[in-house]
């Protein structure tokens, strides 16, 4: 990606017809079980979006299921405004973002601090390739609207490592990501499959601000591939990816996996496609074997941990679902990896004899 093409990226995310608005709790006003009104203006909201909600003014998980259940949806809009209304312990906010021209509030993000724009957030990430000699790679962000936006950035001195046989990865790539709360600075690694060519990426989390002030941000422009967390988890990284050669993922590890994708909007039977947890149980089943879900952290599966991570990143980086620039992307690779860190279910050792 070239820096005109990467502007017209920032234009076109800019231009989309979506709105923020920092907001406390009081100020939502619930109308039904769908519909809150912000302002003057009523908006839509999808499920998902007003579990955050609720959440976010203190309601807990199933309390407003027993009231819509026990008074219908009036039951429920009372329970989200008597608690919208009470008085806060502490000053909470939370960030609404609302597509204009559908009417409908896309996401909620509450926040720490003040809120970071996507404005502030493209120029800082600009301050941060021009300090530290990086170019763009690649702009992504929910498709749907929703408060997210990830920039890949490449190194202009690009740094190689082989971690196996034929196995090598750039690993002084970067990642920024922001949402109206936060933004993030991961690094990536770029890894060359030679056996089919194809180019997996993975991210892995170092640094992170709350605050859109300058002063906190550009405490960000300090951190590189010289940097220690990022030596920190590289050496992580490294160490989990060999044993994760070595090592047989379990059947409860397979289901993990299989979640994962199912968070990212994979239906069952799609995600059983990619990763078999299904089709492993039914082998045990077959053999005899009726697991119990507290016994599948102790079953091998036929796979290493590795094949299973390099399951899901090829399809994070190779499907045809998603479009090019959806943030989903992004976001199953860093669950990979998050993964792929975790101590592993079935124990093996490094062993040189």
């Not at 990606?1 to 608005?21: G, H, N």
């Not at 590289?234 to 379990?250: E, F, G, I, P, Q």
């Not at 952290?297 to 899901?312: E, I, P, R, Y």
């Amino acid at each position: 990606m070239d820096t005109t093409e990467f502007y017209k990226i920032r234009q076109a995310v800019l231009s989309r017809p979506i709105c923020y608005r920092e907001l406390e709790a009081k100020e939502i006003i619930a109308l039904g079980e769908n519909h809150y009104t912000v302002g003057s203006a009523t908006f839509e909201v999808a499920p998902c979006v007003a579990s955050i909600i609720d959440r976010f003014a203190g309601i807990k998980t199933g309390q407003s299921a027993v009231a819509h259940d026990s008074y219908g949806e009036q039951g429920l809009t009372n329970l989200r405004n008597f608690f919208g209304q009470a008085e806060q312990r502490n000053s909470k906010r939370i960030v609404l973002a609302a597509d204009t021209q559908s009417r409908q509030i896309v996401d909620a993000t509450p926040i720490r601090g003040r809120m970071i724009t996507p404005e502030v957030f493209f120029d800082f990430a600009e301050m941060f390739m021009d300090k530290n000699r990086y170019l763009p790679d690649k702009v992504e962000y929910s498709i749907d609207g929703n408060s997210r936006i990830s920039i890949l950035m490449r190194p202009v001195a690009e740094q190689f490592m082989e971690f196996a046989y034929g196995d090598e990865f750039m690993f002084n790539g970067i990642q920024l990501l922001w949402s109206p709360g936060e933004v993030g600075l991961n690094n990536y690694y770029e890894r060359l499959v030679c056996s089919n060519g194809s180019i997996q990426i993975s991210r892995h989390a170092i640094a992170k601000t709350h605050s859109p002030e300058a002063a906190k941000l550009e405490a960000l422009l300090y951190v590189t591939a010289d940097s220690e967390p990022f030596k920190k988890n590289l050496d992580r990284m490294l160490l989990s990816a060999r044993l994760a050669m070595r090592t047989s993922a379990s059947v409860h590890e397979l289901k993990t996996a299989m979640k994962i994708l199912n968070e990212h909007g994979l239906t069952e039977h799609d995600a059983n496609q990619i990763i078999p947890y299904e089709p492993t149980r039914a082998k045990y089943e077959t053999a005899g074997f009726h697991l119990r879900s507290s016994e599948e952290s102790q079953a091998k599966s036929d796979k290493t941990m590795w094949k299973v991570f390099n399951l899901l990143t090829f399809f994070a980086t190779h499907n045809k679902v998603w479009a090019p620039q959806d943030i989903r992307r992004s976001s199953l690779m860093e669950a990979s990896m998050n993964l792929l860190l975790r101590e592993r279910d079935i124990k093996e050792y490094y062993n040189i004899f």
